[in-house]
């Protein structure tokens, strides 16, 4: 039988020296690093989370939040275009008559289940009041429930004093 | 029969058949706001403009009848026509508010249709929009006027003027200053008001009893018949059962009238497009018996087997004089016949009936409205359940139970205590050892009853009702009955089976098939034949069994 393929021994070699090399230059320098040398230099690039945050894309989708009118009332009216495209079907709002009819509805109840969201920003897309933004910066909401990851509209509202986006370093990284 | 040509097909309608019409039968659309074909004409939104070979300006298709070799093109085939209609609709949208995301007309409006169809072009208003006075504030009782989006067809006005004659809805001043409103500050307040939402092609006139509920394209429909009196109007149920946390979980949202000549054209009555919220509230869910004072949720199996133990014992003992059955004609003529079948044929009780003396404070209107609440009346008379002519046995039956000389009585979702009032109900339940109540919702008689069965409500059911002029008409179900509820005719059968008599049936159909075969005032009609439209019994029939 002939055989059809040889071994790629050339490219073998050059890709462990490409590893090996990256292993031995980091070393060194982390090595250094140790004893407080040759701190210009950059090694591997490791986080040491959560002390040290990645600097996020400004462009990166993050934690939902509402978006507020002057008065804090939310800019959402219920007109249930996000509910509508969301692929995971995780948000739930309830409609009702806002007191100003030049305005007319208002979301009495709007929810976000964080455990079934995908995060696809499809919401904040099709928001015809800019009521909806995936701009918070906010990566951690682990909880121990499922209940605990639904976010009702106070927390969307951002009034429980929740992290505001650092806007500086998302900034300093474009 | 005038022979016209539309888009190069030809067609012959009847003479005075307009062009919208005659279009529509050809499934060519003609847009147009203002033309209803149950209003008279008024050509005032100039949409359905048309091109006329010979004729030197288009021509509205709503007031131009079809004459002999007329040749037409609609905007499908005229550049002319669709400029023109393209114009007409830029300004219709001029002053027109952006109110979509909060309109519960947006996903059924002839406004985004139209535009999506025929407009797609790019505003070129600059000047700021008319607004008008009343934004969000209601006409009545059942409906909610916002002024900025109307688009002056004035279909409502024709409406209140030609149907209800009640004149409430005008158009005040002219140009663009004009607006609708009620005249003299009255209220829109007629029992056909909910129609004028239906008509209004725009989100001028909407639901308050619909407003912000749902949006419409969450909605599922299904065909079935109102139950709220013996006219039997066509209606579609419009649900949602695919999201839940709206409307509090609600399953209906909205009852709208579906087309049917013969019955009730456009229209539905407001008690009855606003009776749908009995389908999900204060319903009885689960079979249960009546210990002391509170009711003790029970198995379906338990129920049935101490029905079947409790009328077996009173037949041995007593006699079939020793049941009564109260029937509902707000059953379907499927239950029915097998409540006829089990009660009457098989086990020999005479003491079976579903009239109630009549109430006379329901009266007919001039118009759908009918005095005789109930859907299926008729059906019940004609499948054989008065078995005394036009003598009423329902006082009997019950006084026969008060004086102690019934086991069991069956009744069968009539609320007693509504035409008897509670002493003589609760007298009567105390003598009686079994009395079952087998309904929809929970009333005062199903308190008073030792055994409450959950049945299936109409838009639960599959099955026919047989209304006032004798057509028998299908109503099919929107979704599966809530909780443990079961169609009438399966407790029934689960019954029938328990006493030892083999009733099985597929379905409601076959059901149907079997009462056809046996009962000749419904000889001959299926289900397939029924259709959309219903099936007239013929005249003769249903008279010559009235008078039977």
């Known amino acids: ?174 | 029969m005038p022979k016209i040509t539309i888009d190069d097909k030809e067609i012959s309608v009847e003479g005075g058949t307009n062009i919208i019409a005659a279009a529509q039968r050809l499934g060519i659309e003609v847009p147009h706001y203002c033309y209803h074909p149950g209003l008279s004409v008024a050509g005032a939104c100039r949409m359905c403009l048309v091109e006329i070979e010979k004729m030197p300006k288009l021509q509205t298709g709503c007031s131009t009848l079809a004459t002999e070799g007329m040749v037409i093109k609609t905007i499908a085939h005229s550049a002319k026509a669709k400029a023109a209609v393209q114009g007409v609709l830029e300004l219709t949208l001029i002053n027109h508010p952006l109110d979509c995301p909060v309109c519960d007309q947006a996903g059924e409006c002839g406004l985004q249709d139209y535009y999506m169809k025929y407009g797609l072009y790019n505003s070129r208003m600059r000047d700021a929009k008319v607004k008008k006075e009343k934004k969000a504030s209601a006409l009545g009782p059942h409906v909610m006027l916002d002024q900025e989006r109307c688009i002056l067809c004035s279909r409502c006005v024709r409406f209140t003027h030609e149907i209800t004659k009640t004149n409430e809805i005008g158009i005040f001043n002219r140009g663009d200053h004009s607006y609708i409103d009620v005249v003299n500050g009255r209220s829109l307040e007629n029992n056909y008001s909910g129609n004028v939402v239906d008509i209004c092609p725009v989100g001028a006139l909407t639901d308050r009893d619909f407003r912000f509920q749902c949006r419409v394209w969450y909605l599922q429909e299904s065909d079935s018949i109102c139950p709220g009196c013996s006219t039997g109007c066509n209606i579609k149920i419009h649900f949602n059962v695919r999201r839940r946390h709206i409307a509090g979980g609600r399953r209906v949202q909205r009852l709208k009238p579906r087309f049917n000549e013969a019955v009730n054209q456009w229209w539905m009555c407001d008690e009855g497009r606003y009776a749908y919220p009995s389908i999900d509230e204060n319903r009885i869910t689960t079979p249960s018996a009546r210990l002391a004072a509170a009711h003790q949720r029970m198995d379906w199996r338990d129920a049935i087997d101490q029905m079947a133990l409790a009328l077996r014992e009173a037949l041995a003992a007593y006699g079939p004089e020793s049941v009564g059955v109260i029937a509902s004609p707000q059953l379907t003529n499927e239950d029915l016949y097998l409540i006829k079948k089990l009660f009457v044929d098989v086990l020999g009780i005479a003491a079976v009936d579903y009239r109630m003396p009549p109430n006379r404070s329901a009266k007919n209107d001039d118009f759908l409205l009918r005095a005789d609440r109930n859907p299926n009346t008729l059906g019940a008379h004609l499948i054989g359940l008065s078995p005394f002519g036009k003598e009423i046995s329902t006082p009997r039956i019950l006084e026969a139970a008060a004086g102690g000389r019934l086991q069991v009585l069956y009744v069968f979702s009539t609320d007693l205590v509504a035409v008897y009032g509670e002493a003589p109900i609760a007298n009567m339940a105390a003598h009686v050892p079994l009395m079952i109540y087998q309904g929809t919702n929970h009333n005062r008689t199903s308190t008073l009853a030792h055994l409450v069965l959950p049945a299936a409500i109409y838009a639960e059911k599959n099955g026919t009702f047989t209304n006032y002029a004798g057509r028998v008409q299908h109503l099919k179900p929107a979704f599966a009955p809530l909780a443990e509820a079961m169609p009438d005719w399966k407790i029934l059968c689960k019954l029938a089976q328990a006493l030892g008599h083999d009733f099985r049936y597929a379905d409601e159909e076959a059901i149907f098939e079997e009462l056809a075969n046996s009962q000749p005032a419904f000889a001959g009609i299926t289900y397939a034949g029924i259709g959309s439209h219903g099936w007239p019994i013929e005249k003769e029939r249903v008279l010559s069994f009235v008078t039977a």
Not at chain 1, 74 to 79: I, L, Y
């Open chain 1, 1 to 174: 039988m002939r055989r059809n393929h040889q071994i790629p021994l050339g490219a073998i070699v050059k890709g462990l020296a490409l590893t090996a090399g990256h292993f031995f230059r980091n070393m060194r320098i982390h090595v250094a690093h140790l004893f407080g040398r040759r701190l210009q230099e950059k090694g591997m690039v490791t986080f040491q989370y959560p002390e040290e945050r990645r600097p996020f894309s400004p462009r990166l989708r993050t934690r939902h939040r509402l978006t507020m009118r002057a008065d804090g009332s939310p800019r959402c009216v219920a007109c249930m275009m996000c509910e509508t495209i969301c692929p995971a079907n995780c948000i739930y709002i309830t409609a009702g008559e806002h007191p100003d009819p030049h305005i007319e509805k208002q979301p009495l109840k709007f929810d976000i289940d964080l455990g079934v969201c995908v995060f696809c920003g499809f919401c904040v897309e099709v928001c015809p009041e800019d009521a909806i933004r995936m701009d918070t910066g906010i990566l951690e909401f682990a909880a121990y429930s499922r209940q605990e990851m639904i976010l009702t509209m106070d927390k969307l509202l951002m009034k429980e004093g929740a992290q505001e986006p650092d806007r500086a370093l998302m900034k300093e990284n474009a």
